[in-house]
């Protein structure tokens, strides 16, 4: 397989410590777990989706767990400002906060809360099942350019997570950088249902959800692919990504950095487990990986 060398890793304006990241959503909802994170040797975390307002989320069910991922359509539930306290300890380490809005202004001023206590924001303008946010916003080339400059304005590093529930991520990822982002995080969810053939109805209590997990894998690597050929800011792969191997062929398909998040829940010690295959001293340099797949 395949390895590359250790060393400093800087993305889109943030220095992490590897090249691998705790996706938003999973054990970030508490300062506790985010350190956690960091100690078990992810080289950066995101934290749970922020919003202008306290909101509960959906009602459940909210997760069902699948042979080849995990379907969920948690609503966004989450403590608005309060949240603020949480991230206040972790000021020098490398934590993004992802935070979501209605509009350019909700997101601006969400921002304002965190500014210099964060080394960045992930928006999400990318979460398929949260009405009036997410993809609701994330579809529209216009609204995503507007939210992004709305946040990269304060000057702090700003990542965009896109949906690939599009026809063609690739004028999305363009919007954002027009927009002033620093890099594109590819992707979220992908919108999905199943149907319980007992009950005859859905298994979710929202119907629809987001599928992710190893069943989307294939889908990541393609958005990471076509990004890379049409937006000159760095992309962070996310979507599936569970092994070293994994990692590579998301760097091949030009992602600079990866989000890991599912495949937490299977193994919290999966950060260490995948740097120890990915990181060799003799390994090859990243820069000789990222978009190789795009050369001959």
């Given at each position: 397989m395949v390895s590359i060398r250790p060393g400093p890793v800087t993305v889109g304006g943030v220095a992490l410590d590897n090249h691998l990241l705790l996706a938003a959503g999973i054990l970030g909802t508490t300062g506790s777990s985010l350190n956690r994170m960091l100690s078990l040797g992810a080289g950066g975390v995101v934290t749970k989706s922020i919003g202008p307002y306290p909101k509960d989320g959906h009602a459940g069910p909210c997760l069902a767990v699948l042979d080849d991922g995990i379907l969920n359509a948690m609503g966004l539930p989450n403590p608005s400002k309060e949240f603020v306290d949480e991230v206040a300890p972790l000021i020098k380490k490398p934590v993004m906060v992802s935070i979501f809005g209605g509009n350019p202004?909700?997101?601006?001023?969400?921002?304002?809360?965190?500014?210099?206590?964060?080394?960045?924001?992930?928006?999400?303008?990318?979460?398929?099942?949260?009405?009036?946010y997410g993809a609701a916003i994330g579809t529209d080339p216009?609204?995503?350019?507007?939210?992004?400059?709305?946040?990269?304005?304060?000057?702090?590093p700003t990542w965009v997570k896109l949906t690939p529930n599009v026809t063609d991520i690739t004028s999305i990822g363009k919007a954002a950088e027009r927009g002033g982002a620093s890099a594109i995080v590819a992707i979220n969810t992908v919108r999905a249902m199943r149907i319980s053939t007992g009950l005859r109805r859905p298994v979710l209590g929202n119907r629809y959800g987001g599928l992710s997990g190893s069943a989307v894998f294939p889908v990541a690597v393609r958005c990471v692919y076509e990004l890379y050929e049409s937006c000159k800011i760095p992309i962070i792969g996310c979507g599936g990504v569970s092994s070293a191997d994994n990692v590579i062929e998301m760097m091949m398909a030009g992602a600079s950095a990866v989000e890991i998040g599912s495949a937490v829940l299977n193994n919290v010690k999966i950060f260490e487990t995948i740097k120890s295959d990915l990181y060799k001293k003799d390994g090859l340099s990243p820069k000789e990986i990222i978009g190789c797949a795009h050369h001959g």
């Open positions: 202004a909700e997101f601006a001023r969400v921002a304002g809360w965190f500014e210099g206590k964060v080394a960045g924001f992930e928006l999400n303008l990318s979460c398929p099942h949260a009405e009036g216009g609204l995503v350019e507007a939210c992004t400059r709305a946040v990269s304005a304060t000057g702090v």
